[in-house]
Nanobody, 127 residues
Framework: QVQLVESGGGLVQAGGSLRLSCAAS??????????MGWLRQAPGKGREFVAA????????YYADSVKGRFTISRDNAKNTMYLQMNSLKPEDTAFYYC??????????????????WGQGTQVTVSS
């Protein structure tokens, strides 16, 4: 079983920054065997891809809506993934989830390719 715990969400004004963290654990879980991703869900909408990172950290993918503003990273020694969010906009308001995936390429843009999900953390950006 895999446990993913997100933290770092909150309320911020437009133009501000937040840093999300995702701590992974599990008795038989090997963190650096998996690609990781951040996905989000706004009220009344489906889950959408935000960013992903390959198992080694050498490859990253971003949704067009966040490219240049968000940065995904991971620390395999700490079993933790991060999402640095800068220049936040009201349309970034959503519940943010971290998730694991067995895929390593462009398939990571598809929310259906993720296996385990955390409980999520709320990000609210006021105008």
């Amino acid at each position: 079983q895999v446990q993913l715990v997100e933290s770092g969400g909150g309320l911020v004004q437009a133009g501000g920054s937040l840093r999300l963290s995702c701590a992974a654990s599990g008795r038989t879980f090997t963190f650096n065997n998996y690609a990781m991703g951040w996905l989000r869900q706004a009220p009344g909408k489906g889950r959408e891809f935000v960013a992903a990172i390959t198992w080694s950290g050498s490859g990253t993918y971003y949704a067009d809506s966040v490219k240049g503003r968000f940065t995904i990273s991971r620390d395999n020694a700490k079993n933790t993934m991060y999402l640095q969010m800068n220049s936040l906009k009201p349309e970034d308001t959503a519940f943010y989830y971290c998730a694991t995936s067995h895929f390593q390429g462009v398939e990571l843009r598809n929310p259906m390719t993720y296996d385990y999900w955390g409980q999520g953390t709320q990000v609210t950006v006021s105008s």
